[in-house]
């Protein structure tokens, strides 16, 4: 099977796999390469799957849509993390969270000042009027 991750931004991994798991509203599931075509919506977790004679591997996925069409299974999330092993993974979505955590303070500081800045212009505009 070739497994396919799209992020809005690229294709963040294209690989032969032997098998790969997922959780979907309903509960996990399992794909292996001869299973019946479907659709399916997938919820925040990880998607697990094996390329041929390595360990497991993972990958945090938001929601996303995961497709299986004859031997190509292609899954599109908002966003996707990928690992070697959990630990890591835990690892890069935690420093990755932090990350966006301090970007949406700035940007809320910014937009507090821009707010402020417009109060202050218009307060100037109902005085000369």
Same mark, same amino acid.
Request: aromatic share 0%; no cysteine; charged share 40%.
């Given at each position: 099977m070739r497994l396919k991750v799209w992020i809005p931004t690229e294709l963040l991994f294209? *690989? *032969? &796999?032997?098998?790969?798991?997922?959780e979907a509203e309903n509960g996990w599931f399992c794909i292996l390469p001869r299973h019946i075509d479907f659709v399916t919506v997938l919820v925040p977790g990880i998607l697990s799957f094996q390329r041929p004679g390595h360990a497991p591997e993972y990958a945090a996925v938001d929601r996303g849509t995961l497709v299986k069409c004859g031997p190509d299974v292609s899954?599109?999330?908002r966003n996707a993390v990928r690992g070697p092993d959990l630990n890591t993974l !835990?690892?890069?979505i935690a420093d990755r969270f932090r990350r966006v955590q301090e970007k949406e !303070?700035?940007? !809320? +500081? +910014?937009?507090a000042k +821009? *707010?402020?800045?417009?109060? !202050?212009? +218009? &307060?100037q505009v109902e005085r000369y009027v």
């Open positions: 294209d *690989e *032969e &796999v032997t098998k790969v798991k997922a899954v599109s999330t !835990r690892d890069t !303070r700035v940007s !809320r +500081l +910014l937009e +821009l *707010e402020a800045e417009l109060v !202050r212009q +218009l &307060v």
